[in-house]
């Protein structure tokens, strides 16, 4: 049967995993370097993955293949990783039933445009004022040092550049308390990020990393990036996980 399935180019493929992290099917594994689909009937072809691609060498192409095996992919996950796993698969596969979370052209749901419903409320006067909780500059990845006083034993804030413009209450809930470090997974150069990263946690001493990031698809690379950067840095530093939902809710 001919159907959208995911297709990798492996000259610009990079072999950084990141599409492998995103698959929660499991259709994709890299091997010899390289990302490969290893299980066409795995593939959903609604193209979760492509948001991050560093390099571009993923898309969606309609083609000849196996029909999707939901039942199949479910026993592979269950065996193989968990029932967690199996979760997260059937919560993707809702999502994408519904409208607002359909693929769009260029294979990036993350990037579909959405109105957000307010209901507008009258609020007291209060003479309580909202303080900002920054303690560093600056706070985005590539521009911040490699070495500086406010990563001693500090907690260290990851958060995707959307998170505070989500979510009101990101000062006192989120940068508290925190050295601050933002960037966007899906715009900027993820391997550079992974590198800077690394560097900063194998050279200073930091307690935690909390990494803030979006519901969209496109913003679980820079969860696996922060994963990645520990991993390198050679230290046993503890990864907390923020989901920040488009509506402004902290869902996980």
Not at 132 to 138: A, E, G
Not at 169 to 186: E, R, V, Y
Not at 200 to 222: D, R
Request: proline share 5%; hydrophobic share 35%.
């Amino acid at each position: 049967m001919k159907r959208k399935i995911i297709t990798i180019n492996e000259e610009l493929c990079d072999g950084c995993g990141n599409c492998v992290s995103t698959c929660s099917e499991g259709a994709l594994q890299i091997v010899d370097g390289k990302a490969r689909l290893v299980k066409e009937d795995f593939c959903d072809g609604f193209g979760d993955c492509i948001g991050e691609c560093p390099t571009g060498a993923l898309k969606i192409e309609e083609k000849e293949s196996k029909p999707f095996d939901i039942e199949a992919t479910k026993e592979f996950l269950l065996k193989t990783k968990s029932k967690e796993a199996v979760w997260r698969m059937e919560e993707a596969q809702k999502k994408h039933e519904t409208k607002e979370h359909k693929t769009l052209p260029c294979g990036c749901p993350g990037s579909l445009s959405q109105s957000i419903s307010r209901t507008e409320t009258t609020i007291a006067f209060s003479p309580q004022k909202i303080e900002p909780q920054l303690r560093n500059w600056p706070i985005q990845i590539t521009l911040l040092p490699l070495k500086a006083p406010y990563y001693e034993n500090a907690d260290l804030l990851v958060a995707a550049d959307c998170c505070a413009y989500a979510y009101a209450g990101f000062h006192n809930d989120f940068i508290k308390g925190h050295t601050l470090a933002i960037g966007c997974p899906k715009l900027d150069n993820a391997n550079a990020y992974r590198e800077k990263l690394a560097t900063i946690l194998g050279g200073n001493n930091i307690k935690s990393v909390t990494v803030a990031y979006m519901e969209v698809p496109c913003c679980m690379g820079l969860v696996k990036l922060i994963e990645d950067a520990v991993k390198q840095s050679g230290k046993d530093i503890p990864v907390k996980k923020k989901k920040i939902g488009i509506q402004g809710q902290i869902l996980a």
